[in-house]
């Protein structure tokens, strides 16, 4: 049997570019709304270094330590309830590069009203969604590209069970959050503008902290501050981020989420900092395969918005994510792609040879 590549050294040489380049994504501001430059130099201060690819070492060092499910919480109600389609985009996906890269099933959790949505976007990614089964045990199964979905009640002691049958029963290795809602210090859940979502979604928080608790590594990705896990930087956001600290309506509080993950991802958009920890994933492991196309990506938000999300700035079921159309996050994708492709060498130099020779050596 073939001995596995040796992991990637993101210290120095070609490893750090890369690391680098991959934060330097993040931090475009593809949506112009002008906060992710001060949400991530706010992350540097507490948690410095490139974190898509300390997230990649994080994950691959703890599913090989301590094989398991993952699970993967999202889903983000607009109005009326309705899930919008960043988050659960970026949950599929990298479920998806979970299974291939590591061979690790996913369990995605999420409202009970919004299964047929993440049912639908994870066919998208090109994940085979299978009952979740009654014991909570996930058990490998030939032939299929898996991925169970879990759903729970909006109330608190309905949710609750659910979750903590999960914990108890399921026994997760690794949970993530991507582009869920988090509560604020007064345990209430607001949309970025200050909106309050009581009614529109189940608490998740206490999964996490109980998580925690257990000594299961939680990873989140934000692009706002009112996300699940985004309290390692909910004292910075209340310094410069326009609702933090008061989302408008008295007696509430602040939209900044008051729980904080171990690891914090942030970017423009929470899918896209999905794609960055799948990107980092797949450098660290030296897997390009790994990472999906543009055409893949642009079938998931599709498939997400045909099975009932929305965009979340058009607030309709637009193929698009934050305004951005599924048509531009396919050329952003093989960009990304692209880029990393060559910082790594896997180009055809003028005479043949492989690697630029323009490249700093």
Request: proline share 6%.
């Given at each position: 049997?073939n001995?596995?590549?040796?992991?990637l050294d993101?210290?120095?040489?070609?490893?750090?570019?890369?690391?680098?380049?991959i934060e330097?994504?993040?931090t475009?501001?593809?949506t112009g709304?002008?906060?992710i430059?001060?949400i991530?130099a706010a992350?540097q201060?507490?948690?410095?270094?490139?974190?898509?690819?300390?997230?990649?070492?994080?994950?691959v060092?703890r599913l090989?330590?301590?094989?398991?499910?993952v699970?993967i919480?999202?889903?983000f109600p607009?109005g009326?309830?309705v899930?919008?389609?960043?988050?659960p985009?970026?949950a599929?996906l990298?479920?998806?590069?979970l299974f291939?890269?590591?061979?690790?099933e996913t369990?995605?959790?999420?409202?009970?009203?919004?299964l047929?949505?993440m049912?639908?976007?994870?066919?998208g990614a090109g994940?085979a969604?299978?009952p979740?089964?009654?014991?909570?045990v996930?058990?490998p199964v030939?032939?299929?590209r898996?991925?169970?979905?879990?759903?729970?009640?909006?109330?608190?002691a309905?949710?609750?069970?659910?979750t903590?049958?999960?914990?108890d029963?399921?026994?997760?290795?690794?949970?993530?959050?991507?582009?869920?809602?988090?509560?604020n210090?007064n345990?209430?859940y607001?949309?970025l503008?200050g909106r309050?979502?009581?009614?529109?979604v189940?608490d998740?928080?206490?999964f996490f902290?109980?998580?925690?608790?257990?000594?299961?590594?939680?990873l989140?990705?934000?692009d706002?501050?009112?996300e699940?896990g985004?309290?390692v930087?909910?004292?910075?956001l209340?310094?410069f981020s326009?609702?933090?600290?008061d989302?408008?309506t008295?007696?509430?509080?602040?939209v900044?989420?008051a729980t904080a993950a171990?690891h914090?991802?942030v970017?423009?958009?929470?899918?896209?900092?999905?794609?960055?920890?799948?990107a980092?994933l797949?450098a660290y492991?030296?897997k390009?395969?790994?990472?999906h196309?543009?055409?893949?990506?642009r079938?998931?938000i599709e498939?997400?918005?045909?099975f009932?999300?929305v965009?979340g700035?058009?607030?309709?079921?637009?193929?698009?994510?934050d305004g951005i159309s599924?048509?531009?996050?396919?050329g952003l994708?093989n960009?990304f792609?692209?880029?990393?492709?060559?910082?790594?060498g896997?180009?055809t130099?003028?005479?043949g040879?492989?690697?630029?020779?323009r490249q700093?050596?």
């Amino acid at each position: 049997m073939n001995a596995a590549p040796p992991m990637l050294d993101f210290t120095h040489g070609k490893g750090a570019m890369t690391a680098t380049t991959i934060e330097n994504f993040m931090t475009l501001d593809l949506t112009g709304v002008g906060l992710i430059g001060k949400i991530y130099a706010a992350l540097q201060q507490v948690q410095p270094g490139p974190a898509c690819m300390i997230a990649a070492q994080i994950v691959v060092k703890r599913l090989r330590d301590q094989p398991g499910p993952v699970v993967i919480a999202s889903g983000f109600p607009e109005g009326a309830g309705v899930p919008e389609t960043d988050g659960p985009v970026g949950a599929a996906l990298l479920a998806r590069a979970l299974f291939l890269g590591l061979g690790v099933e996913t369990v995605i959790l999420t409202d009970a009203d919004w299964l047929t949505m993440m049912e639908g976007t994870c066919r998208g990614a090109g994940l085979a969604p299978l009952p979740f089964p009654e014991d909570g045990v996930i058990r490998p199964v030939e032939f299929i590209r898996p991925i169970y979905i879990c759903t729970t009640p909006k109330d608190d002691a309905g949710c609750r069970a659910v979750t903590d049958a999960i914990l108890d029963e399921t026994r997760p290795s690794l949970v993530i959050s991507i582009e869920r809602p988090g509560a604020n210090e007064n345990g209430l859940y607001h949309g970025l503008g200050g909106r309050p979502l009581d009614g529109m979604v189940a608490d998740y928080d206490q999964f996490f902290r109980r998580a925690q608790s257990l000594g299961v590594p939680f990873l989140a990705i934000g692009d706002g501050g009112n996300e699940l896990g985004m309290g390692v930087v909910a004292e910075q956001l209340k310094t410069f981020s326009p609702k933090a600290r008061d989302c408008g309506t008295p007696g509430r509080g602040g939209v900044a989420a008051a729980t904080a993950a171990d690891h914090l991802i942030v970017a423009n958009v929470s899918n896209w900092g999905a794609t960055g920890l799948i990107a980092a994933l797949s450098a660290y492991l030296n897997k390009p395969s790994i990472f999906h196309d543009g055409a893949l990506e642009r079938r998931c938000i599709e498939h997400c918005v045909a099975f009932g999300g929305v965009d979340g700035m058009f607030m309709a079921p637009e193929a698009a994510v934050d305004g951005i159309s599924a048509v531009e996050w396919e050329g952003l994708v093989n960009a990304f792609r692209n880029t990393l492709e060559r910082v790594a060498g896997r180009v055809t130099g003028w005479k043949g040879d492989s690697g630029d020779w323009r490249q700093l050596k």
